[in-house]
């Protein structure tokens, strides 16, 4: 099993990661991508290892046969959703990445329409408009203003969801989309999304990385160095809090980013 979701465990587990997230407008964290203003070609891909591509395919088929077995289950549904975004996170080309994206979108949008106030419904939505945003270029701007719509729902509706998903995934776009007037990037409301994402749900090791991440590109030392030391205390609850297969990918993931924004961080600190 590649991660956990809402029906199992506990709630996407990347992406959470991803991240993962995900999310639409260049941001390193995994499950973003690239500025718009910029080709596919050019969009960074997830950080996730393709290692666990196969357990995201199994995942897909397992959801897809329980929504045809019962295509009225809203549950099955969103869950389709979630699957459908997850296995994009491994696409190998943009043709596989839409077709993914665009599976998942409209199982999702369908969902919102017939239960508007199943907050799973808008989320995952919005989780497949950013895969989308993956294969476009100037498209992907289009888009940014459902992607935001549905993840302000969302948060709405239930705040923690996803380890506090929405906050997370709005700070990301946020911090990632370009400014106006071209489209809805804000420093100001980046910073406040990420922060409460980490305040919702502080246990969560994802929260914590797109910040101190956010702190590195922005080059905040003050900031960077309580949330290294904040980060580096929770890690070892989390590895007991977060265990099992469920996890693996994650922890993979997690691991390569601490590392990544540990070296960076000493490069800026000790300037």
Not at 93 to 106: S, V
Request: with cysteine; net charge positive; hydrophobic share 45%.
């Amino acid at each position: 099993m590649l991660y956990s979701g809402s029906s199992e465990a506990s709630r996407w587990g990347r992406v959470g990661a991803l991240v993962g997230l995900i999310v639409v407008l260049n941001a390193p964290a995994p499950l973003c991508a690239a500025s718009a203003s910029k080709k596919p070609a050019d969009i960074p891909m997830p950080t996730l290892s393709a290692r666990f591509a196969d357990s995201a395919q199994a995942k897909l088929i397992a959801a897809r046969k329980r929504f045809q077995a019962d295509t009225n289950s809203i549950p099955a549904a969103w869950a389709l959703g979630e699957a459908c975004f997850w296995r994009a996170e491994f696409a190998t080309n943009a043709t596989e990445r839409t077709q993914l994206a665009n599976e998942g979108i409209a199982v999702c949008r369908a969902v919102t329409l017939r239960s508007p106030t199943v907050p799973e419904g808008h989320y995952y939505l919005a989780m497949n408009l950013g895969q989308l945003a993956r294969t476009k270029w100037f498209e992907a701007l289009g888009l940014v203003k459902d992607l935001e719509m549905s993840l302000n729902l969302a948060g709405g509706m239930q705040p923690r969801l996803d380890h506090a998903g929405p906050d997370r995934c709005l700070g990301l776009l946020y911090r990632d989309a370009p400014g106006w007037p071209l489209s809805v990037g804000s420093k100001s409301k980046a910073r406040q999304h990420l922060l409460k994402s980490v305040s919702l749900a502080p246990e969560f090791p994802e929260n914590h990385l797109v910040l101190v991440e956010t702190w590195l590109q922005w080059r905040e030392k003050k900031t960077l160095q309580r949330d290294l030391d904040t980060l580096a205390e929770l890690l070892p609850k989390a590895r007991a809090q977060f265990t099992g297969e469920p996890w693996v990918a994650r922890w993979d993931d997690w691991d390569r980013r601490w590392q990544h924004v540990q070296a960076e961080a000493a490069k800026l600190l000790h300037k």
